[in-house]
């Protein structure tokens, strides 16, 4: 789970290289952990505003994947 975060976040650094596969990965990650969310440190992103997390969740959720941001 954490090293599939963590190719999120670097990711999401690289200009959102290889995003689709990253996210494939995560939920297989979450789905093998019982996990219904993936949480992210909103300090870690590239674009760390309303627009870009909002974005983000949007995103992820079209491919199955809910997103939530730690405080």
Known sequence: MAQATE???A????DNADIDAHIATLKAALTREGIKQAVFDPTKLAQN????RK???AYFR???VSV???D
Do not use: T
């Open 7 to 9: 190719s999120i976040y």
């Open 11 to 14: 990711s999401l650094r690289a």
């Open 49 to 52: 505003n309303r627009s870009g």
């Open 55 to 57: 974005l983000m969740q």
């Open 62 to 64: 079209q491919h199955g």
């Open 68 to 70: 939530r941001f730690s």
